[in-house]
């Protein structure tokens, strides 16, 4: 764990593979020094990552270019952290994108939801995702996609 | 009446660039030679944020319509570990019905604008910042910032005021310029001053900007930025409005 309470990581082994599970917020407060000595290959899950802002994006970026981009891999990226990778190419460069979160927002009861989505195999312009689902919550309405399939997934190279 | 028409120059317009077809990148260009007033509207003369642009190259006093209203929520932070609570009291007192994703919004914009005036307002008389990104900061009283929130019908008003009066348009296209030309690369090199990144982020995900400079004395960064329904990315506006060593 890091010496910074607003974010922590754990690692665990997976088919011998190292995951690396990051928690809370990715800031200017917070390094990566201890995942370096880790080693590579690392697959990076973020599923829970509450925040990242400007300052940790830039750490993350210097962490990705030292650590060596294409030992890494992202999994369960939630949308605070989709977004960074839409705006910022560095974010990701080369790491392979194992899935994401896509969030659905319910036009009935405005219940949310979000769905795992593989993005392994999608490619620039060619993916599919649903564009609505079943509410489980009031089981009446149905989720929409809670924005643009197209501006959502342009991190797809 | 009579004051006012005397005032009025004719030039005003050909000050504002508007057009239904330009997207950010283009216009953080044109921000980056030097254009003050941007609005990319299909409405063009008629669009209501242009008329105020219009009139306030005139006379200056004319608010836009979303920023008319006095803020709900107004909140003075000094300390850089208050940041995180003032947003969030901010996004519990006005947005707690809203979904996730504008929750999720509202926190990076505020957080950019707040983390971007505590940061990057004091300057040595090198120009240099005075306080670090790298560390937490403790301003003093006087240069303490105001990050104030107005819930309009349809939408989100926030504004952060600081008292150093030091950004200039100059400084905006440069960092913009950088910013869409290597989308973010080489803004990590930076890691001492004001690398832009932050503002960046605050102008891609904003529908309106305002940015009001007096020179040494204070800067009001304000935005607006829909909270229902999707956000048409062809249209928004970008206005600075500063003094004239502000520009140069």
């Known amino acids: 764990m890091l010496p910074n309470d607003k974010f922590k990581f754990e690692q665990m082994l997976r088919e011998q593979k190292k995951v690396i599970m990051l928690s809370g917020m990715i800031d200017e407060d917070t390094t990566f020094d201890e995942i370096m ?47 960074q990778m839409n705006m910022i190419p560095s974010f990701t460069a080369g790491a392979k994108i194992a899935s994401v979160y896509v969030p659905y927002v319910c ?50 190279k | 009446m009579g004051a006012l028409i005397k005032k009025l120059r004719p030039q005003a317009s050909s000050e504002i660039v508007i057009s239904s077809t330009l997207d950010r990148r283009k216009a953080a260009e044109l921000i980056s030679q030097g254009k003050a007033h ?28 979303w920023g008319a209203s006095k803020p709900q929520v107004s909140i003075r932070i000094r300390e850089s570990s208050q940041r995180c609570a003032a947003i969030q009291n901010i996004l519990e007192t006005l947005f ?10 509202l926190r990076l914009i505020m957080e950019e604008m707040s983390s971007n005036a505590m ?44 008292h150093g009066g030091t950004l200039r348009l100059t400084d905006i296209g440069k960092c913009l310029e950088r910013c869409y030309k290597t989308k973010g690369t080489d803004q990590m090199e930076a890691k001492e001053s004001g690398a832009g990144l932050g503002f960046f982020m605050i102008f891609e995900n904003v529908t309106h900007m305002e940015i009001s400079v007096v020179t040494q ?21 970008f206005n600075f409005w500063g003094g004239k060593n502000a520009t140069k």
């Open chain 2, 38 to 65: 941007i609005h990319a509207t299909a409405l063009g003369q008629n669009d209501a944020c242009v008329r105020v642009t219009r009139s306030r190259l005139d006379i200056q006093t004319a608010p836009y319509p």
């Open chain 1, 37 to 83: 000595k880790l080693g590579s290959p690392l697959i990076f899950n973020f599923k829970g990552i509450t925040a990242i802002n400007s300052c940790g994006v830039r750490n993350w970026v210097n962490f990705l270019k030292a650590f060596g981009e294409n030992n890494a891999a992202f999994e369960e990226c939630p949308p605070t952290v989709v977004k």
């Open chain 2, 96 to 105: 707690s019905a809203e979904r996730s994703s504008i929750k999720e919004n």
């Open chain 2, 119 to 162: 940061y990057h307002s004091i300057r040595e008389e090198s120009g240099k910042d005075l306080y670090r990104r790298t560390q937490g900061v403790s301003l003093k009283e006087a240069e303490a910032i105001e990050l104030n929130c107005h819930r309009t019908a349809d939408g989100a008003y926030l504004s952060v005021s600081d």
């Open chain 1, 107 to 156: 036009d009935n009861c405005d219940a949310e939801t979000m769905a795992l989505i593989d993005v392994s195999k999608f490619s620039k312009g060619k993916f599919s995702v649903k564009e609505t689902i079943p509410c489980e919550a009031c089981k009446e309405g149905e989720m929409e996609l809670d924005g643009h399939p197209a501006q959502y997934f342009s991190f797809i």
């Open chain 2, 217 to 237: 004395v204070s800067t009001t960064i304000s935005v607006w930025l829909p909270v229902s329904g999707a956000s048409d990315p062809t249209y928004f506006s």
